[in-house]
Every structure is written in C-alpha cells, then in structure tokens.
C-alpha cells in the first residue's frame, strides 16, 4: 500500500473549515484514499473514501488532486466534537484476503473554542 | 445496532500471567483484528483473521498469540505478561473483499501489566 505523509497537528476555530491535508505520492491507480478519525478513548470511525473525484457525505468532503498524488479531508463547520486523530490510509479497494489497514500516526485536530 | 464487543474496558495483570482479550461481533463479518495503541506510536496492527481458524501475523505479532474458533470471536492470547505489553487493544472486524471500507471498531481495552 502508498504510504501517507499527514502533519503531527493542527488547529482550527470552532464553526470554521478544518482542511485536513495527505500526501500519498506513490499511489497507484487501484488505490483509493480513505479517512477514519479517532475521538479520545474511542475506536477509529470511517469518515469517506474516494478514488479519484471529490467525494462529500454527511460528515465530510474529500478532494483529491487530479494527480491524485495528495488529499484533503474537509470538515465544513468544525465543533468540539470534532476533536479527534484523523488517519489518512491509501488502499486498493478490494481483496479477497489482504484487507487489513495500517493506520500510521495521523493528524491530531485540536477544535479552539 | 451493529458492534463489536471487548470484554473488558480496563484491565490489570501481573507480570508472567496469561491473559486473554475477548473480541466479539455480531456483524457476520469475515475480517477481524487486533491492534494495539501507544503513545506517540499511532495504531499497529498485531495479527489479523479472514476465516475461522485462519490467522496471519500483523507488524508486531511477537509475545502475542490469536485463536478464532468461531467467526463472531477473536481472542488475543499474551502468554506471559510483560510490562512493555501495557497498551490499549482495539479489536475491529470488516467485510472480505472491503479493502479499507467499513472498519468497526471495539471501545478497546486499556491493560496494565505490572
């Protein structure tokens, strides 16, 4: 699998954007990128996982670039909750047996008050 | 509402005893796994199941076993306690044939060896 380049840390004002920058250069073109997020004392959460168009649910947008050598994860309308590790994981989509992620040391969003 | 369980949320051990992790998922899914979460070290993957009875070692496998018996159960086995197994285990469970869509993950459990 690419291996992803995310930043230690990052901070954000509450009710602004958060723009979530990966760097995933080596991906090939059967990878997807997807984002899962860790709140304190909690389990990883899916978020959204694209290929190669920009991608938007509920919780957030995914743009990739059109060289599909970096990402950013976009969470509209940033609250405390919010608060969290997001992991950045560059994978093909589907295998028979090999489905496990490595989820590296993502970035941690601190949401300011 | 779908889950994974772990059986316990905080546990301690002393040093030398063999401790069992519980990991139960009521989700029929093929995939399970085990990691382990520290510090400054983010989340490595331990060993990881794609079938009943089937197990493949993850990145740091050593001083751990697995036994999954049953699809719904993956029990982590640590042989002989020792300090540096003092973490936080995150067992989750996924769909064959996923790649990295649909993890669900278990509360964890925090192990204090001492």
């Known amino acids: 699998d690419a291996k992803t380049t995310q930043p230690t840390s990052m901070d954000c004002a509450e009710g602004r954007a958060a723009n979530l920058p990966c760097n995933h250069s080596?991906?090939?073109?059967?990878?997807?990128v997807y984002w899962y997020r860790q709140i304190h004392s909690q389990g990883p959460q899916y978020i959204i996982h694209?290929?190669?168009n920009n991608e938007t649910n509920e919780m957030a947008s995914l743009i990739i670039t059109e060289d599909r050598k970096s990402s950013t994860l976009i969470l509209p309308h940033a609250t405390l909750r919010d608060t969290a590790v997001y992991y950045c994981?560059?994978?093909?989509?589907?295998?028979?047996?090999?489905?496990?992620?490595?989820f590296g040391k993502g970035t941690r969003l601190h949401i300011l008050p | 509402d779908v889950k994974v369980t772990q059986s316990s949320r905080y546990l301690v051990k002393r040093t030398g005893e063999k401790v069992f992790l519980e990991c139960v998922q009521d989700?029929?899914?093929?995939?399970m796994f085990w990691y382990r979460q520290d510090p400054g070290l983010g989340l490595r993957l331990i060993y990881f199941?794609?079938?009943?009875?089937?197990?493949e070692k993850g990145d740091i496998p050593e001083g751990y076993s697995v036994s999954r018996e049953k699809k719904e159960r993956f029990s982590l086995i640590l042989e002989s306690a020792s300090t540096n197994q003092t973490s936080m285990y995150l067992c989750?469970?996924?769909?064959?044939?996923?790649?990295?869509?649909?993890?669900?993950f278990g509360s964890g459990t925090r192990l204090t060896v001492v």
């Open positions: 199941s794609y079938d009943v009875k089937m197990k």
């Open positions: 994981i560059v994978r093909v989509a589907s295998t028979n047996r090999d489905d496990k992620i490595i």
């Open positions: 694209g290929l190669k």
């Open positions: 080596t991906i090939s073109g059967n990878e997807y």
């Open positions: 989750a469970s996924s769909t064959a044939g996923t790649g990295g869509l649909g993890y669900t």
């Open positions: 989700m029929d899914h093929e995939n």
